[in-house]
């Protein structure tokens, strides 16, 4: 009877009962949800860091899914004969009138140590071995030895500050151009020279992952680096050569 008479006299001893269940099952449905969100929008989080001119393309569910269409293409069997056959000298040639044409200008030396990003099949690094810059090597998903490794831009397999300078025309292959920038800046030595090749009055390729529509994103994009050149090309598409130096740590 006293415990029956305590029990009345404090029925809201029993209400945290009542409640903590559904409580609990609340929160548990709210976290799942907010999960679920989190796992489903991850690129457009990375994107909207980006600056004003340059855009993400939609359609990649993944990062998965963003390697295996770059692989549809650097596999294809008929491009790799057309890039190791037709395409070669012609590609060489005008490469190296591209790098005869930047050692003239004091921006590419003999002595360099040079990448070249998204090389495929390795013409840009063959023209750079042909103008004399002879420690030269390219990186792909797919590697071609001796001159191109297998590699992946957005995570450079190099340790910090290896090249005197960097040369790509992939730019517009890039899923998270922030990240390519960053490893470019992070593998350059302090002085060192990046080139990119884009393209800004026509949109690149199928397999391009992003659109430039002008150089003034790169500026914001290369945060430690210094804009050295702006200039007209005719390089298999790609209309604008721009080149960055690295800037000297003053310390």
Known sequence: MQNMHAVMKNPILKLP??????????????????LF????????????????????RPGYSS????????????????????????DWDRKVL?????FRNLKERNLLFTESKALCIGARVGQEVEALRRVGVNDSVGIDLVPYP?????????SQPFDDETFDFEFSNVFDH????????????????????????????????????????SVEPLLELFRISELVEVRKVDGFGLDTEVVFRKKKNKN
């Not at 969100?37 to 004003?52: E, G, I, N």
């Not at 005008?94 to 591209?98: A, P």
Request: aromatic share 10%; with cysteine; charged share 20%.
């Open 174 to 213: 890039a899923l998270y151009p922030l990240k390519f920038v960053r490893e470019i800046e992070r593998t350059l030595r302090e002085g060192g020279v990046c080139v990119l090749h884009v393209a800004l009055s026509r949109r690149a390729d199928k397999y391009s992952a992003n659109d430039l529509y």
């Open 17 to 34: 009962h009542l409640f903590l269940k559904p409580l609990f099952l609340s929160l548990s449905l709210s976290l799942a949800v907010l």
């Open 37 to 56: 969100l989190a796992v489903q929008t991850p690129h457009k989080r990375t994107s909207s860091k980006l600056p004003a001119g340059v855009q993400i």
């Open 146 to 154: 001796p001159l191109v490794l297998k590699g992946d831009f957005h």
């Open 63 to 86: 990062y998965d899914s963003y390697i295996q269409r770059q692989l549809n293409k650097t596999l294809n069997p008929k491009l790799r004969k057309i890039w190791i056959t037709r």
């Open 94 to 98: 005008v490469f190296s009138q591209f």
